[in-house]
Structure formats: structure tokens, C-alpha cells
């Protein structure tokens, strides 16, 4: 997971509210280079920190410790080292962390900037680098604003995020939530293929009792007390007897 938020740090272009995924063996793609990339990563902020102990002062090299103790601390807390968590990951919960990163590149930017700036190539390179740092701010504010957007009603943002999703699992509380949607609205063939998708991602109380609704309302009523069943495995409501009893 902590590859994934340093990958969408740099680069938020397929961005979800939720997601879920597992590993069932070691892989290089899925395992090995992402452990390489995480490592890497770690070296280098050690390797900043040891610097800004030898060149900085000492309030630069302190301030940096503050932002790196802020960073690990909170990265911690989202890596399920210490506890499962309802996600694999999610992009608000990097938001914390984020911060301790911001400030370690600041602090070492800070320090840095000013011994090349009298650097031939920084100053042949100074005027392009600014429109590059510009464009790429531009680029970060308009998604956030388009990212925005989706997050207008609970609908638009399932709808957007299913879409973003790789597999089942990835997605079955958006497809709850559409399914739920469609359920209202009284399109029920197209609400039980997401009700149908939700429960086939992970099995749980309200997907499999809103699945056996929908099979009510459309009188199957053999599929909904199945369904009812599944949900009563894991929750028992009093909804949920009322509609075994019909």
C-alpha cells in the first residue's frame, strides 16, 4: 500500500475513495518491486537527514527530523502493520502523512536551492523550470477541482469510482451503493446486476439483504429467501425477518 500513495502522490490519475486488494503469493510485480521502490524511497530521506546533520543548521536538520517523525509515525498507522484496517488503502487517509513528506521536501529544497543557484546549467535551465513547476501546478489544481466534482453526491462518486476499479473486490460498496440507487428509482433488472456485483466482491449483511429485496420485488421469491438467509449469517434485523416471513 505505501507504494500506492507514493505513486499517487506524484501521479492521482485513476483516484477512488476506496480500495481493496490482496496478494495471495509473492509476486514481482505486485510484491518485490514495490518492497524495491519502498526502500529506495526510505534511503533517500535517511540519506537527506544524514546530509542536513553534516551541511545544515542545526534548526533546518531538527525541523526535518519534526516532518520525518511526523511522516513514519502517520505512514505507520495506515500500513495494517500494526492493525487490520476497513481498506487496503484509501486516498484521505494519506492526507496526514502527506504533510511530514511536503515539509521534508521543503526543508531539503530550502537548503539545496541556494548552493546550485549559482550553478551554470540552473541558470541556462532557471526560466524552463519555473514554467514546468507552473504547468505543474496547474495540472494538480485542475484535478482537484474535477476531483471535487465527484464527491457532489454519494451516487456520482460510486458511479465515477466503479469505473476506476480494477475487479470485484475493488468495487463492491460502489456497486452497493448504485444498486441502492437503482432500487429507489424501480429499475430493478439493472439494480440486481449491481446487487449481484456488490455481493460477488464481498459477501456482507446489506448487500446480501438489499440482493434479496430486489428478488423479492420482482416476485422470485425463492433467490430472495436465499439472499435473506446469506444476510442473516451475518446480521439478523428485524427488516430481514418481516421480509422471510412474506
Not at 495471495?24 to 535517511?46: D, K, N, R
Not at 487517509?93 to 543557484?117: C, E, H, N, Q, T
Not at 446489506?206 to 439472499?227: D, E, H
Request: hydrophobic share 50%; glycine share 4%; with cysteine.
Amino acid at each position: 500500500a505505501l507504494y500506492f500513495y507514493a505513486v499517487q502522490f506524484v501521479a492521482p490519475i485513476k483516484i477512488s475513495a476506496m480500495y481493496y486488494w490482496t496478494h495471495a503469493s509473492f509476486s514481482m510485480a505486485g510484491v518485490g518491486l514495490p518492497l524495491v521502490m519502498v526502500i529506495l524511497c526510505v534511503s533517500a530521506m535517511v540519506f537527506a537527514g544524514r546530509y542536513l546533520q553534516r551541511k545544515a543548521p542545526k534548526r533546518l536538520y531538527y525541523t526535518y527530523l519534526f516532518y520525518a517523525a511526523w511522516f513514519f509515525i502517520h505512514v505507520m498507522l495506515i500500513s495494517q502493520v500494526f492493525h487490520a484496517l476497513d481498506m487496503t488503502a484509501c486516498i484521505t487517509w494519506f492526507y496526514a502523512p502527506s504533510v511530514g513528506l511536503i515539509g521534508m521536501l521543503a526543508i531539503v529544497l530550502s537548503y539545496g536551492l541556494p548552493k546550485l543557484a549559482d550553478t551554470t546549467w540552473l541558470k541556462q535551465a532557471g526560466s524552463s523550470l519555473f514554467v514546468v513547476c507552473m504547468v505543474v501546478l496547474c495540472v494538480f489544481s485542475v484535478r482537484t477541482f474535477v476531483r471535487g466534482g465527484d464527491w457532489r453526491t454519494e451516487i456520482r462518486l460510486a458511479t465515477h469510482d466503479i469505473q476506476m476499479s480494477q475487479n470485484a473486490q475493488d468495487n463492491f460498496n460502489f456497486a452497493h451503493t448504485i444498486a441502492l440507487d437503482l432500487t429507489e428509482k424501480q429499475d430493478y433488472a439493472e439494480a440486481q446486476a449491481y446487487a449481484e456485483r456488490s455481493v460477488q466482491g464481498f459477501e456482507m449483511a446489506k448487500n446480501t439483504y438489499l440482493l434479496g429485496k430486489i428478488y423479492y420485488l420482482q416476485r422470485n421469491f425463492s433467490g430472495a429467501y436465499a439472499s435473506f438467509q446469506a444476510a442473516e449469517a451475518h446480521e439478523v434485523t428485524p427488516a430481514l425477518y418481516e421480509y422471510m416471513a412474506l
